[in-house]
């Protein structure tokens, strides 16, 4: 019997409305689950009971593996293994959905944890001409300390106006053509056009601006390298020259006070501007002018990817991007069915933005503690250094991560690269002291154990018992 058979049949027999108990589509992830709710590789026989569907009284799982709430239109409840009641009092379904993990938390989870989630959509936006602006900040996550990222939106032609600010910035091209343009610590001028997957990084205090091309201009995710930046607080052209003096202003540029006299009074911030030539048509072309030495510009998505079992995985920090010395980042693909493998940074916290997809992700902070956390398109996610962590593809469709991290190189630790490089009779003292069957299995597996960052869910030939 299908999984969705039996929870038609079971559905009707314990009376569970049928739109919340029912998954809509059949997915790889959940022909795994079918069976007992455990994974496949642990069915001892195939003509098991048919089991009760997610988040009802009789639904058994004590493996506590993840359920897509979202991709199949469930509705989580606090049901686990026996243990939990149905809700009486007002209830958020959108949000349950959203965190199923949060409604009902493996049973591994424990312990007190400070939230490590949460999305742009819940972020205040500043609408401007042509454009908007959201932030996520220490402010709106608190353990966003040590990174703050800001989603801007430029419609064809709108600019982000010359600006600079004390923390560095790190861009990334979510989607469209941006120019960018800047000035170096050299008086070198900087210019150059982006797509899709490019970022840019400019230097603490170095002014910038940014400009939408194309017929849909653009929207990008900005990481300033401190979480208590406020987009709010940049010095911009405008608001400066508004709060000078004309008769200053009048001398800096040594021309008579009634040229400025139609300036702005206050910040334009985002506006629409006037279409840009070419690159060459428009840099500038004075006496003194020099075009910068350094290279603030990158294709990350043009990298070649390190390929894993599970996906790919590109990282660019200051080894490839030298100017990038403040913030190190890893792009993820992660297949369905795949799990970024379980390990830990470091030098640096964790701030995830997830761009497509749906994820579960455990943070272990040590002292028994650890907390579960789901994500999707659009989501923020913090992980503090140290602490281990995997994030699970839950959806069927690939996942997409940016991983942020302030610091000049990305590193990582994976726990099968430690156990594969440790003796063995640590190991299995650890682990299986008084179970030397099942370690002997173990060790066959880590043997020749590799940093395998995105790992490829095991199909069910591979692991029936
Ligand atoms: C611009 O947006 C419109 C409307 O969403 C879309 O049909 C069009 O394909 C987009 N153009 C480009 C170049 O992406
Ligand atoms: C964050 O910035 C605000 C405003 O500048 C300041 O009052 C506050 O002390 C800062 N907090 C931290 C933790 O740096």
């Known amino acids: 019997m299908r999984f969705s058979d039996a929870a038609l049949l079971l559905g009707a027999a314990l009376a569970i409305p049928l739109a919340t108990a029912i998954p809509i589509q059949d997915s790889p992830r959940q022909r795994l689950l079918d069976g007992h709710g455990l994974p496949a590789k642990y069915r001892k026989s195939k003509a098991a009971p048919a089991p009760a569907p997610p988040y009802t009284p009789g ?240 294709r990350m998505l043009e990298q070649e990817p390190r390929i894993t079992t599970g996906g790919k995985v590109r990282v660019t920090d200051s080894r490839n991007f030298p100017i990038s010395k403040t913030v190190a980042a890893a792009h993820l693909d992660i297949n369905p069915g795949a799990i970024r493998e379980m390990h830990w940074h470091p030098n640096a916290d964790e701030w995830s933005f997830f761009i497509r997809g749906r994820a579960r992700v455990t943070v272990f902070a040590a002292e028994g503690t650890a907390r579960t956390f789901d994500y999707q398109a659009g989501d923020v996610g913090v992980v503090p250094r140290n602490m281990g962590h995997f994030i699970e593809n839950i959806g069927d469709e690939p996942l997409e991560v940016l991983e942020l991290f302030r610091a000049d190189e990305f590193r990582d630790f994976s726990l099968f690269q430690w156990l594969g490089e440790t003796p063995q009779r640590m190991v299995v003292d650890t682990l299986f002291q008084n179970d030397k069957a099942d370690g002997e299995r173990f060790l066959k597996e880590i043997k020749n154990a590799q940093k395998d960052e995105i790992r490829a869910g095991k199909s069910e030939e591979e692991t029936d018992l």
Do not use: C
């Open 59 to 298: 639904y058994r799982d004590p493996y506590d593996s993840a359920v897509d709430a979202t991709g199949k239109h469930l509705n989580p409840l606090p049901y686990r293994n026996g243990l939990g009641a149905s809700v009486l009092g007002p209830w958020n379904k959108a949000r349950a959905r959203e965190d199923p993990d949060l409604v009902r938390p493996p049973s591994t989870d424990h312990g007190n944890m400070p939230n490590l989630r949460w999305s742009f959509v819940d972020s205040h936006i500043r609408i401007e001409e042509g454009g908007w602006t959201r932030q996520t900040t220490m402010r709106e996550l608190p353990a966003s300390i040590e990174l703050a990222g800001v989603n801007m939106r430029l419609d064809k032609d709108v600019i982000r106006e010359l600006h600079w600010h004390k923390e560095a910035e790190w861009g990334y091209v979510l989607a469209g053509e941006v120019r960018v343009t800047a000035l170096d610590y050299e008086g070198g001028n900087f210019i150059d056009d982006l797509g899709q997957g490019d970022l840019w990084y400019f230097p603490s205090g170095m002014p910038h601006s940014l400009q939408g091309l194309g017929e849909n201009g653009t929207e990008f995710l900005l990481i300033f390298d401190d979480g208590n930046f406020s987009e709010e607080s940049t010095f911009l052209l405008t608001d400066w020259l508004a709060h000078t003096p004309k008769s200053v202003i009048s001398e800096n540029f040594d021309l008579p006070p009634e040229i400025f006299a139609h300036i702005p009074q206050s910040e334009k911030y985002i506006f629409k501007g006037s279409q840009p030539g070419s690159i060459a048509e428009e840099r500038p072309h004075g006496k003194y002018v020099k075009k910068s030495k350094s290279q603030f510009t990158h």
